[in-house]
DNA sequence: GGTAGTGTGTACGACATGATACACGCCTTG
DNA sequence: CAAGGCGTGTATCATGTCGTACACACTACC
């Protein structure tokens, strides 16, 4: 039976996405070298380098918000190109599973005014 | 430097649940013990065992929605217990973060009729 | 032409996750 | 007393996660 060993990942978003934010703000600031920002997110050079090819998955949640910060960026739009939702989140989710379980779904298909509506009448306090 | 190995998984809830929900079916039906129950959801009984004893973390997303079908509860719940957020309900977070991520943690602070009111609110459809 | 900065390739590592396989000792029942 | 069902202890494993360490080749500068 086959079985590849699947050693290269593959398949960015990530990645790319952080590669093209930090070269746009290196023609601002030449302190968005691969080095420069591997440096201010503490990973090696190298790590940072793979990750933006994709070559290796995207890093842990603390490492990508860090990064959101650097290159100024949301924190949950970050973790869901990486194919993650903050852990800060899940935990507001687990603490009433089916309350929030089922809003989620009966928004999973309105459009996005609709949840945006909600958000401003929770917001707004009309209640 | 100390660096305890930590065998040992500790402080459980999903495993606790699991193994009173189980016993408490069994007093009606003999198919709910441990082995007949890990049969039926596919793992080894030891495993199963040292599961419901906590001395190992709770299983995977697909064991533990197994878990819940057999033994009658609400699948998000469970995973719930298990320190965990459906990858479904994540997929529908991951597609519009900002949006997601607003609403949950308005909500967060929010008592439980508050939230239950919106549900009620988008399914009703006074939109 | 050294030296400083740049991106990247290769090798390896520690620890977590999610289990299997098998044997053991304890009851019960025919 | 053996046969079957029971729960559990021990050993082991494949794969994934999240990186480090270091060397290499290229370019630019003065």
Redesign the interface.
């Given at each position: 039976m086959y079985h590849v060993v699947h050693t290269t990942y593959m398949k960015d978003e990530f990645g790319d996405y952080v590669r093209q934010r930090r070269e746009q703000l290196r023609t601002q600031d030449p302190a968005f070298s691969v080095r420069g920002l591997a440096g201010r997110i503490r990973v090696e050079p190298s790590y940072l380098s793979k990750v933006e090819r994709g070559e290796t998955p995207p890093p842990s949640e603390a490492t990508i918000l860090r990064i959101a910060r650097e290159i100024g960026e949301?924190g949950?739009?970050l973790?869901?190109l990486a194919?993650?939702?903050?852990t800060e989140?899940?935990a507001?989710?687990?603490?009433?599973?089916?309350?929030?379980?089922?809003?989620?779904?009966?928004?999973?298909d309105?459009p996005?005014h609709?949840?945006?509506r909600?958000?401003r009448?929770?917001?707004d306090g009309e209640?």
């Open positions: 949301d949950d739009v973790l869901a194919g993650k939702v903050s989140l899940q507001v989710i687990r603490k009433r599973p089916t309350l929030f379980a089922e809003l989620i779904r009966e928004l999973k309105q996005d609709a949840v945006l909600l958000v009448e929770v917001r209640w």
